[in-house]
């Protein structure tokens, strides 16, 4: 693995490719998980989980429009002390490493739920500070530099492991959110979680989803992302992990010349299915042998190039 033109050390992680399954899609099970390694996938990320189970929102929970998804599922999980079954049996069966996707109501949650991830098997923590509309929990974390610190400080004072921190796009400086994340020891910037978005029907002339407002995924968001990684690679040091409407290689590629050193695909499982991964992965091996570079590192941050 060591060897491939794809392998890269992410903040500490070995991944064979740079595809990552994005949080929220098929990571509830070791078994969904399995089925996107299966199709390629470099890492996965699981759906949030946090302290203690919830249900989530009424339905519809997901809508479907022109450009992308809107989803609002009101974080459901059963809460980290059922989830730790899963994420050993998860860590039995998968050979690329797991990341545990963890929110909560305070700093001190957080921190709780990051050890009992880790203690269970997982190999990273990805701090989810950033549901567009799931105020009670945490969803200001993310936009309250202040309490961002707070918890990371604390997660970080918690596990030894890699803690990434995936930030929403909903803030006027998202540059800014990252510096300060980092200063507090974010690891790894996860940029960028859905952008906040609602659809109507014309024929109700009501909101749709049962939360009436929720997060856009999908390509619409693509551009929106790709600024994001852009400014921040321009402000921090730590590696980013690009996230937001990721379909096809070349997607995958601008988004590394962008400052990004692995790339989530959420949405995109549901339009391609699962073996998205490998044609994303082989396209960027195909484009490196192309353009004469030995290894995927080459490529990030490239467009900064003056
Ligand atoms: C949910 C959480 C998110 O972080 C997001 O971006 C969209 C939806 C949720 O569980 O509702």
Redesign the pocket.
């Known amino acids: 693995m060591g060897l491939s033109k794809l392998s890269v050390n992410l903040a500490g992680l070995k991944l064979a490719n740079p595809t990552m399954l994005a949080?929220?899609i098929l990571g509830y099970t070791a078994q969904t998980l399995q089925s996107v390694v299966d199709g390629g996938a470099g890492a996965v990320v699981t759906?949030?989980i946090g302290l203690k189970p919830r249900k989530?929102?009424a339905n519809p929970?997901v809508v479907q429009t022109d450009c992308g998804l809107i989803?609002?599922?009101?974080?459901?999980n059963p809460g980290i002390s059922t989830y730790v079954n899963e994420i050993r049996e998860a860590k039995s069966v998968l050979d690329v490493p797991l990341v545990v996707s963890i929110?909560g109501y305070s700093e001190g949650e957080y921190a709780m739920v990051a050890k009992k991830a880790v203690g269970a098997g997982a190999d990273a923590v990805e701090l989810?500070v950033?549901?567009?509309?799931?105020k009670e929990t945490g969803?200001e974390i993310g936009q309250d530099p202040e309490s961002l610190v707070k918890v990371i400080g604390k997660v970080k004072a918690s596990i030894a492991e890699p803690v990434f921190v995936?930030l929403?796009p909903n803030v006027t400086s998202i540059a800014d959110v990252a510096d300060a994340a980092v200063k507090a020891g974010a690891d790894a910037i996860t940029a960028i979680?859905?952008v906040r978005a609602i659809a109507i029907d014309s024929d109700t002339a009501l909101p749709i989803l049962g939360?009436r407002v929720?997060?856009l995924?999908g390509p619409a968001t693509k551009p929106i992302a790709m600024r994001c990684i852009y400014d921040i690679y321009a402000r921090v040091k730590v590696p980013i992990i690009g996230c937001g409407g990721v379909t096809n290689w070349r997607d995958a590629v601008e988004f590394m010349l962008a400052g990004a050193s692995a790339v989530q695909i959420g949405t995109a499982i549901a339009t391609e299915g699962p073996s998205v991964f490998r044609l994303v992965s082989t396209g960027i091996e195909e484009y490196l042998g192309r353009k004469g570079f030995r290894n995927v590192d080459e490529i990030v941050g490239l467009a900064h190039k003056t």
């Open positions: 949080s929220g759906k949030s989530g929102y929970t989803n609002a599922m009101g974080l459901p929110y989810n950033s549901c567009p509309h799931v969803s995936k929403s979680n859905t939360n929720g997060g995924s």
